[in-house]
């Protein structure tokens, strides 16, 4: 039996979650004994399994197909599942990335498995698999069986380390028989720019209600890009109209877990501090000492974040250059 | 092309613990509902809005359909108080403990045996509680439907639907034959409240019962492959220092822990 990591790739590169399930993976292979493969799908992608290598996989299958050139939900969780029916698997793992977490339940249920989602632990013990997965955006942490005999999961970004590993073994092709997607994607909008995704940042600057309004987000913005941060946002201010919600971090938003999180005039509910309390460290700037993110904040800044926060941006810039 | 003719439009919908929740673990090491308001799960609220906005420009019926025990035709009746046609709640004990395979296998039961002929369903594009955002993608595959999912902007027209969606980083524009299920996110829609009359109108409206046996299922069909065997409160944060005084110093001081104690910067 196997243990499979489905890689994700965007425009040919590989993202940063598939080496963290990867390297789960290898951790995992060596507790159990299986064996560790890996699956890289896309269009011109081939060149992929030499990076892939680098992680100590047993065999690294690669389906190269102009089919897959655009992703769809539906393509590749074809392709998986087809995978998973050629390798009969222990277990999968991939990345809850925004495709990970769609493609994973797609193809579950083509196979017929039970899949748990979004995991911030994988255990092997006494002959099986046990899975921590935050419930309730984090307020319980649940721990999960899953039957077998093929058991899917997927890991939480930002969680899992990353290590390389030597002797990768052969690459060998997959061609799968491919469906025809019924959707068709039209255009593809990146509106992140430069700053690394909310979910995957190590750093992430948040703004809340405190600001005041939407222009001062520009400080946010300006502290976040002194550190390479992500931006995010409370709830209050994606409801106020200032911040997209794709930027929102919180029970009904993103849950993140970056080394640093930076909340400036956000108070501190309880559906924001779900979203975000498994940060490693957590700054809170706001003007009222009894804001409740100072009860979770290991540094609280009690100040009026339209001064503090241009503040430490320039003593950053100092400090980092 | 042809316009499309609507005629049946669902709403899969699931009750789910106040966002506001305090989570509290019982004595036999599960979550505890004991005190808990219920709600209808937020993204299910856009997409019973999607439902009701749609048939109002195209015509049709919106049915709105849940798993879930007795206490959840509370949240079938909030539909139904929005503007849903009629109800229909899968309920029997053998799904006590379902995952969302079970929950996406008697959805999939209930729409191609006895609710066939749907030109759209609508979900939230995940359950605020357990928050694996399964049901969606496992249902659209059970039904051999495309999925929009993660959707922001929705339209009809020239015979084929439209979608804007989220994807990490950015967004991707989507088009797709019906009939199709399609993944709600917040921003949607503005969600009505129900309205006096509509609550009243909402205890009259057909609310339907059925069990597996009613769908051809067994229990065995249903045995849970996810199951939570105990769940702990995470460990909670301890307050830490409290900087204060005048500004340079206050960031002097954050900037130094940050790179000294921390070491995150």
């Known amino acids: 039996m196997s243990i499979v990591v489905c890689a994700e790739q965007r425009d040919g590169k590989l993202r940063k979650i598939t080496f963290e399930a990867l390297s789960e993976g290898k951790r995992l292979a060596a507790a159990s004994g299986e064996t560790l493969k890996v699956l890289v799908m896309g269009s011109g992608i081939a060149g992929l399994a030499d990076e892939l290598k680098k992680y100590g996989a047993d065999e690294i299958a690669v389906v190269d197909n102009e089919a897959l050139a655009s992703y769809t939900i539906e393509t590749y969780a074809a392709v998986l599942a087809a995978y998973i029916e050629q390798e009969n698997p222990a277990l999968v793992l991939l990345g809850h990335s925004g495709a990970g977490r769609e493609v994973a339940p797609r193809a579950a249920a083509r196979v017929d498995c039970g899949l748990i989602s979004d995991c911030i632990e994988i255990q092997f013990a006494d002959g099986d698999y046990l899975f921590k997965h935050p419930v309730y955006a984090g307020k319980a942490i649940g721990t999960f069986k899953v039957a077998g005999p093929v058991r899917m999961a997927t890991t939480r970004p930002n969680v899992f380390a990353i290590e390389e590993s030597a002797g990768a073994g052969a690459v060998v092709e997959f061609s799968p028989e491919i469906p025809p997607a019924k959707v068709t994607v039209t255009a593809v909008n990146m509106s992140g720019g430069d700053r690394p995704e909310l979910t995957e940042a190590d750093i992430i600057c948040s703004g809340g209600r405190g600001l005041g309004g939407p222009e001062a987000f520009a400080l946010i913005e300006e502290l976040a890009d002194a550190l390479g941060a992500a931006v995010g946002s409370s709830r209050a201010a994606v409801d106020a109209g200032w911040r997209d919600h794709s930027a929102q971090v919180g029970q009904t938003g993103k849950v993140v877990s970056p080394n640093l999180y930076i909340a400036c005039g956000i108070s501190g509910a309880i559906q924001h501090l779900a979203g975000m309390g498994s940060s490693k460290y957590i700054v809170g700037i706001n003007k009222d000492p009894e804001a409740n993110i100072f009860n979770v904040a290991d540094y609280g800044v009690e100040g009026d974040l339209h001064k503090v926060v241009p503040a430490l941006t320039a003593k950053l810039k100092e400090e980092l250059s | ?265």
């Open chain 2, 1 to 265: 092309m042809k316009e499309v003719t609507i005629v049946k439009i669902v709403a899969c919908i699931k009750q789910t613990f106040d966002t506001e929740a305090k989570i509290a673990i019982g004595g036999d090491g599960q979550i505890s509902d004991e005190g808990v308001n219920l709600i209808l799960n937020p993204y299910d609220e856009f997409a019973v809005e999607e439902a009701i906005q749609t048939k109002e420009k195209e015509g049709g019926e919106v049915v709105v359909i849940t798993v879930g025990g007795d206490k959840a035709q509370e949240a079938l009746r909030y539909c139904l108080a929005m503007g849903a046609d009629r109800a229909v709640l899968v309920n029997d004990p053998a799904l006590a403990k379902a995952d969302s395979r079970a929950v996406a296998l008697a959805l999939a039961k209930v729409l191609s045996e006895k609710e066939a002929g749907f030109d759209i369903i609508f979900t939230g594009k995940e359950a605020v509680d357990d928050g694996v955002a399964q049901v969606p993608a496992q249902l659209a595959e059970r039904l051999d439907l495309p999925l929009a999912n993660v959707v922001t902007s929705f339209t009809l027209g020239d015979g084929k639907a439209t979608a804007t969606r989220e994807i990490d980083g950015g967004s991707e524009d989507i088009e797709f034959p019906l009939p199709a299920l399609v993944g709600a996110q917040k921003g949607l829609n503005e969600v009505r409240y129900p309205s006096l009359p509509g609550i009243m109108k909402a205890k009259r409206k057909p609310l339907d019962a059925l069990t597996l046996a009613d769908l051809g299922l067994s229990a065995d069909d249903v045995a849970a492959k996810v199951e939570m065997i105990s769940a702990e409160l995470p460990p909670a944060r301890q307050a830490g220092q409290r900087l204060t005084g005048e500004v340079d110093e206050v960031v002097a001081k954050l900037v130094q822990l940050l790179k000294d104690e921390a070491k995150v910067i």
